[in-house]
């Protein structure tokens, strides 16, 4: 018999940036159809991932038991072994290694998935805090470069509304891309609407990407790693020219006077003319001068920096220079202006009650601060010397004590992360795994990373456990268990608990499921039946604008930096003395540029783009998803002929780190020198081990930048055909 049928509202949840509304039809305990937000408006429509997620939820290789591993490491041969037996082994091995070698030599890395608020990046930590504790990692992939400049400038991280962006007069979209990567919900139709009302938008992009197509008047390329340049020669230039706004400067910032000389060359004898940038960047002085001259003299303009140019080496200071470009031109704290921040709509809501503890790590205790951590993280982990930056994980493990880290590494359990596919330098990662006494992963599907386990922990979806997730809208979607779990899949609580009982921990959870969801998100939605029922509460602020008290009412509202003011001269940078972390924005030249002799080598810089039919390497192997567009190398139609390239060719890329073979997409839409290798393709390497699936991966470097930025943009590659 079948029953009619019911649809759920459920907040979608899987890293990319929105918390869209699903409207999820379920008949006879199955996902029959997804749907998007059909309710009032601001509507939070999803995108194709979400539509395609039934695919997810059902497909063939969901990983639905636990796994013991039956071959090698990276084999991918793994048997079917009971819950009991899975959960024993985990907590066995973490006794076992944290009694030999201290709890320091057990490594937790969970990177994003799910972000519900009690199924999260934190639920198996509170276990391994509970049981004595575990090394962890700090930096956030995403932007902590934009974190360490916002930090040291602002003293707090700031976000741009979108739908402000009608009121500006002038977009300068800093290598931003909503119409791929969206960045909150509705990117797209704010850019729209204010297209339509008459907001110019230049694009400052390697790539003549789709939001360039959809909405730009003028496209200027430009070379990776070479932003920083360029925003200071418009600072030359407005410098110059007398069109910054002197009062803001004097009355809001510190410091100014200190970039000045820097600018103008009193410093070191350099001045940063466009000429000079030209040379870096490629782009023409006249453009450099005009971006310049239209940026201070339209009012109100956005300069909206993405993430993108920041995760570049010292891409620090890609963001500190786009503040400073802010407050030179007065666009801070003003509608239709920006502080150089992200776009992402922010706005005020009702806080939410407290968010499950780890409870404190014991290895955390007592470790000394990080020389280069700013005082607003020093209290936090990662301001703690014994935290891994997250691109130096796999060095850690292959060099442990010897290499100058705090530990020898010898457990790693993984939780929301395809570590070894979205981490730089899959080659090295794979030594590094292969090392390890155990390797445990909670996972839906066999991913690169996965086969490298000795047990997988079989984790269901969003749509088979309870929980709620925040938008930016400001919005919490709440999302309802739609169906059972399948298989004998399990959500992280239920993984957690399991393994508190196997390690004879009481009082991992001192309430209910229920409950503990309660008293989080109540407070911030007030009636908690009623919220479930309707399945979201959307807040409607008037677009939020960062640093509007602190602009409006100086005196009564401090920016929480040592001055009170915005700080183009950072003391505290000042105070760590380190030229790569300078006091003021300075250019430095990434490694891996084209003045590098490796260029001779790998004359190409490769970036890494976020791709629209993934989550980073989650929905990789969709078959819905995979129609729209095939993993390929986009390269400019120079650099293809000059290497007797056609378009579909079967092309070699590679360097010193690794090699991949998959088909080029020979475009005019990016500029000759650089090419595009899509983030989140899924590492498969062939017998020789040159990777076939088109992971850039492979090719990037694991080094970190100063402040912590995750340089998957610089990097140089060579190709042929293969
Ligand atoms: N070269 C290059 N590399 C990059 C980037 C880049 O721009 N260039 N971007 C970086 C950025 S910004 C980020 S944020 C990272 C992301 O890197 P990761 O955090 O590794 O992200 P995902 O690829 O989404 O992997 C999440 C994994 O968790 C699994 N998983 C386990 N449990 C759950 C669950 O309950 N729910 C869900 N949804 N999944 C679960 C999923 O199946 C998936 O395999 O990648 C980074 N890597
Ligand atoms: N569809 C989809 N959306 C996503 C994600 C996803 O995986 N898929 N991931 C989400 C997450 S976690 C994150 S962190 C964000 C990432 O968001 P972003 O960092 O903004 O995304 P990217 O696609 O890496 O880069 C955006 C644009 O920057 C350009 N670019 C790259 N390097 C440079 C440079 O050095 N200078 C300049 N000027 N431009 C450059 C690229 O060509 C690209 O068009 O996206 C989020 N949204
Ligand atoms: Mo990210």
């Known amino acids: 018999m079948t029953d009619a049928g019911k649809a759920f509202y459920v907040g979608a949840d899987m890293n990319c940036g929105g918390a869209c509304l699903l409207k999820v039809h379920v008949r006879d305990g199955a996902i029959v159809r997804i749907e998007t937000d059909d309710t009032e408006e601001p509507q939070l429509r999803n995108c194709l991932r979400c539509r395609a997620y039934r695919q997810r939820v059902y497909a063939p290789d969901r990983v639905l038991y636990p796994l013991k591993r039956d071959g090698e490491r990276g084999e991918g041969k793994f048997r079917r072994i009971s819950w009991d037996e899975a959960l024993e082994t985990v907590a066995g091995e973490y006794r076992r290694i944290s009694e030999t070698h201290g709890p320091a030599s057990v490594l937790y890395i969970a990177t994003g998935a799910d972000m519900g608020q009690i199924h999260n990046m934190k639920t198996a930590l509170r276990v391994f805090c509970m049981a004595g504790g575990c090394s962890t990692i700090w930096g956030i992939a995403s932007n902590e470069g934009w974190m360490f400049a916002s930090q040291a400038t602002y003293g707090v991280p700031s976000a741009n509304d979108h739908r402000d962006l009608i009121n500006s007069k002038l977009a300068i979209l800093w290598g931003l891309n909503p119409v791929v990567v969206i960045d909150g919900c509705g990117t797209s139709y704010s850019l729209i609407r204010a297209k339509e009302s008459g907001t110019r938008f230049i694009v400052v992009d390697p790539k003549f990407s789709d939001t360039a197509v959809l909405v730009a008047d003028q496209w200027v390329p430009i070379r990776p790693g070479t932003d920083t340049a360029v925003m200071i020669a418009m600072a030359y230039v407005m410098i110059t020219e007398g069109l910054h706004n002197k009062e803001f400067l004097d009355k809001y910032t510190v410091g100014f006077e200190h970039f000045e000389d820097y600018v103008l060359g009193k410093e070191d004898g350099t001045a940063r003319t466009p000429a000079w940038a030209e040379r870096i960047s490629g782009v023409p002085a006249r453009t450099i001068a005009g971006l310049a001259r239209e940026y201070a003299t339209t009012r109100p303009a956005a300069l909206l920096p993405s993430k993108a140019p920041g995760r570049t080496a010292y891409g620090e200071q890609y963001h500190r220079a786009a503040f400073t470009l802010a407050a030179m031109t ?22 939410m009650g407290p968010a499950m503890r780890t409870g404190g790590n014991a290895v955390d205790a007592g470790s000394p601060r990080r020389p280069d951590a700013l005082p607003s993280v020093i209290s936090k982990g990662p301001g703690l010397a014994v935290r891994i930056h997250n691109n130096e994980v796999m060095d850690a493990i292959l060099k442990g004590k010897a290499g100058g880290y705090y530990s020898d590494y010898k457990m790693l359990y993984m939780a929301n992360s395809n570590y070894l596919n979205q ?45 709620a997730v925040e938008g930016a809208g400001p919005h919490i979607a709440y999302q309802p268990k739609v169906i059972s779990p399948l298989g004998e899949s399990r959500s992280h609580l239920d993984i957690s608990q399991g393994l508190a009982d196997k390690l004879g921990l009481s009082g991992f959870l001192d309430k209910p499921e229920e409950e503990l969801l309660r008293d989080i998100v109540a407070p911030a939605v007030g009636d908690w039946e009623k919220f479930k029922e309707k399945g979201v509460q959307k807040y409607y602020p008037e677009p939020g604008v960062p640093f509007k008290a602190q602009i409006e009412d100086p005196a009564n509202n401090p920016f929480p930096t040592p001055s009170g003011k915005i700080e183009i001269y950072s003391r505290l940078l000042a105070d760590m003395n380190n030229p790569l972390l300078p006091a003021i924005p300075k250019y430095i030249e990434t490694w891996e540029s084209l003045n590098d002799p490796l260029a001779g080598k790998y004359p190409l810089q490769l970036v890494t783009s976020h791709h629209r039919r993934r989550a980073h390497s989650q929905f990789d192997n969709i078959p819905w998803l995979r129609e729209l567009e095939p993993q390929a190398v986009k390269m400019n139609s120079r650099d293809a002929r000059s290497r007797g390239i056609k378009d579909g060719d079967m092309v070699r890329v590679f360097n010193d780190r690794g090699r991949m073979i998959l088909p080029a997409k020979v475009t005019e839409r990016i500029m000759p020198g650089v090419v595009d290798i899509p983030e989140g393709a899924w590492y498969d390497p062939d017998a020789n081990g040159t990777d076939r699936g088109g992971c850039p991966n492979v090719l990037t470097r694991d080094r970190r930048s100063p402040g912590g930025a995750f340089p998957a943009n610089t990097c140089l590659v060579q190709i042929e055909k293969a």
């Open 330 to 351: 007065g666009n801070i704290g003003i509608h239709g202006g920006s502080a150089g921040s992200e776009i992402t709509q922010r706005g005020e809501r009702p806080p």
């Open 423 to 467: 981490y730089p330098n899959v080659n090295k990662a794979v030594a590094a795994l292969r090392k390890l006494e155990f390797f445990a992963v909670q996972e839906q599907f066999l991913t690169p990373t996965a086969k490298f386990a000795d047990i997988i922990l079989p984790t269901c979806t969003f749509l088979e456990r309870a929980d």
